[in-house]
T-cell receptor
Framework: GNSVTQMEGPVTLSEEAFLTINCTYT??????LFWYVQYPGEGLQLLLK?????DKGSNKGFEATYRKETTSFHLEKGSVQVSDSAVYFC????????????FGTGTLLAVQP | GAGVSQSPSNKVTEKGKDVELRCDPI?????LYWYRQSLGQGLEFLIY????????KSGLPSDRFSAERTGGSVSTLTIQRTQQEDSAVYLC??????????????FGAGTRLSVL
């Protein structure tokens, strides 16, 4: 079946450090891939997405590239800020009638000043 | 414009009681999803509504869980005879028609359910 695996947290970084959160997936066919972010006390928000191989999603300085050969969608940011502290979820949808999201377990990022 | 609205934001109940959780999707969104976020299970799909089609209930964990969507808009998730393992954050999401939405779902802030 379809599944998403992302790195365990928490990830603790100093401001302006480089961020990588690993995400790999298992899916049949050609899933769409997403990163959602959950800031403290708020709901899930779409951060970025990619719908086909080699697509790069980007938003707010974050990037992730859809790598079909490695079944990965790692999240990166060159210089994190304290305001980036949140829980990050990697997810996929695999079409079909429902188009439900299948999530990874989430990675807590804590950025210290 | 208004986003997905969920109520209540927090609910504390006693084991064995029934609870109802409400979701108001974004106006005009035909697809509505319920997910559950719990410590042991992460974020998991519960149920999906699309227009007037029969809902996809494949994610509901037991027959104590049910959901309705009246008039293609507001949805209510009902949990009967609550158990402690039902404690979680229940998230609702809505989406416009798939062909236009490119798979984006918009989430509410969730209802935190605590079963004592």
């Amino acid at each position: 079946g379809n599944s998403v695996t992302q790195m365990e947290g928490p990830v603790t970084l100093s401001e302006e450090a480089f961020l990588t959160i690993n995400c790999t997936y298992t899916a049949t066919g050609y899933p769409s891939l997403f990163w959602y972010v959950q800031y403290p006390g708020e709901g899930l928000q779409l951060l970025l997405k990619a719908t086909k191989a080699d697509d790069k999603g980007s938003n707010k300085g974050f990037e992730a590239t859809y790598r079909k050969e490695t079944t990965s969608f790692h999240l990166e940011k060159g210089s994190v800020q304290v305001s980036d502290s949140a829980v990050y979820f990697c997810a996929l949808t695999n079409g079909g009638a429902t188009n439900k999201l299948i999530f990874g377990t989430g990675t807590l990022l804590a950025v210290q000043p | 414009g208004a986003g997905v609205s969920q109520s209540p934001s927090n609910k504390v109940t006693e084991k064995g009681k029934d609870v109802e959780l409400r979701c108001d999707p974004i106006s005009g969104h035909t697809a509505l999803y319920w997910y559950r976020q719990s410590l042991g299970q992460g974020l998991e799909f519960l149920i999906y509504f699309q227009g007037n089609s029969a809902p996809d209930k494949s994610g509901l964990p037991s027959d104590r869980f049910s959901a309705e969507r009246t008039g293609g808009s507001v949805s209510t998730l009902t949990i009967q005879r609550t158990q402690q393992e039902d404690s979680a954050v229940y998230l609702c999401a809505s989406s416009p028609r798939l062909a236009l939405a490119k798979n984006i779902q918009y989430f509410g802030a969730g209802t935190r359910l605590s079963v004592l």
